[in-house]
C-alpha cells in the first residue's frame, strides 16, 4: 500500500517564477494538507483541502493556492516566488475526521 | 489559538544513556498530541500519539511520551538511545475532528554520541 508521494523531490526556480508541486494522498485518505518547512523550522500549515474545496487556511498570501482533485490528489501552486519561498514543502494525507496523518517526503523547492 | 513550545534546540546525549525531549502546549480545547521524528533529507515520520484514554503511550522502538494536563506537558523520553535515534524531532498539537490541522514546535535536534 503506497504512502503519500509527492512529486518532483527536488526543484530550483528563479524569483519571480511559477512552480506547481504535487501530491497523490495515502489510499483511503480524503483529505490533504500542504505544510512549510524553512530550513530548521517546524512545518507551518499553508491550506487543507477536502472534496475539492479549500477548508482552512494558514497564514501565508495568495500567492499560494492549490487544487484538489476528484481522486484526492492535489496540487500546491506558488506564484511570484520570492527566495523566502525557499523551503521543504510536505503534503499529508488523512481522513477529515480522522486523527492520523501520513506524510510525503516532501519537495525541496529552492528559489535563486 | 494553539501553540506548541519546545525549549530546547538541541539535545547532546552519549549512547545508551536516557533522554528527554520536552514539549508543552497551550490549548483553550481538547487536544490530540503528536510527535514526530524526521531524519535528514527525509518527510516527517509518526514516532507516538495521543489521542485520549491512557496518559502514557508507547511506540514501538522504545520512545514513550505521558500526557499531563494539570501541566500542559507532553514529553518524550527513552530510557537508552542509540545512534540511529539521531533525528530531528518534532511535538505537535491538533484540535481533532474538523480542526484536525498540526500546529508544530520548533523541533529538537537528538544528537547521540558514541
Known amino acids: 500500500d503506497a504512502g503519500v508521494t509527492q512529486s518532483p523531490t527536488h526543484l530550483i526556480k528563479t524569483r519571480g517564477q511559477q512552480v506547481t508541486l504535487r501530491c497523490s494522498p495515502k489510499?483511503?485518505?480524503?483529505?490533504v494538507s500542504w505544510y512549510q518547512q524553512a530550513l530548521g523550522q517546524g512545518p507551518q500549515f499553508i491550506f487543507q483541502y477536502y472534496e475539492e474545496e479549500e477548508r482552512q487556511r494558514g497564514n501565508f498570501p495568495d500567492r499560494f493556492s492549490g487544487h484538489q482533485f476528484p481522486n484526492y490528489s492535489s496540487e500546491l501552486n506558488v506564484n511570484a516566488l520570492l527566495l523566502g519561498d525557499s523551503a521543504l514543502y510536505l503534503c499529508?494525507?488523512?481522513?477529515?475526521?480522522?486523527?492520523?496523518?501520513?506524510f510525503g517526503s516532501g519537495t525541496r523547492l529552492t528559489v535563486v | 489559538a494553539q501553540s506548541v513550545t519546545q525549549l530546547d534546540s538541541q539535545v547532546p546525549v552519549f549512547e545508551e544513556a536516557p533522554v528527554e525531549l520536552r514539549c508543552n502546549y497551550s490549548s483553550s480545547v481538547s487536544v490530540y498530541l503528536f510527535w514526530y521524528v524526521q531524519y535528514p533529507n527525509q518527510g516527517l515520520q509518526l514516532l507516538l500519539k495521543?489521542?485520549?484514554?491512557?496518559?502514557l503511550v508507547e511506540s514501538i522502538n522504545g520512545f514513550e511520551a505521558e500526557f499531563n494536563k494539570s501541566q500542559t506537558s507532553f514529553h518524550l523520553r527513552k530510557p537508552s538511545v542509540h545512534i540511529s535515534d539521531t533525528a530531528e524531532y518534532f511535538c505537535a498539537v491538533s484540535g481533532g475532528g474538523a480542526t484536525n490541522k498540526l500546529i508544530f514546535g520548533t523541533g529538537t535536534l537528538l544528537a547521540v554520541q558514541p
Open positions: 499529508a494525507s488523512s481522513l477529515l475526521r480522522g486523527s492520523g496523518y501520513t
Open positions: 495521543y489521542l485520549s484514554g491512557s496518559t
Open positions: 489510499s483511503g485518505h480524503d483529505t
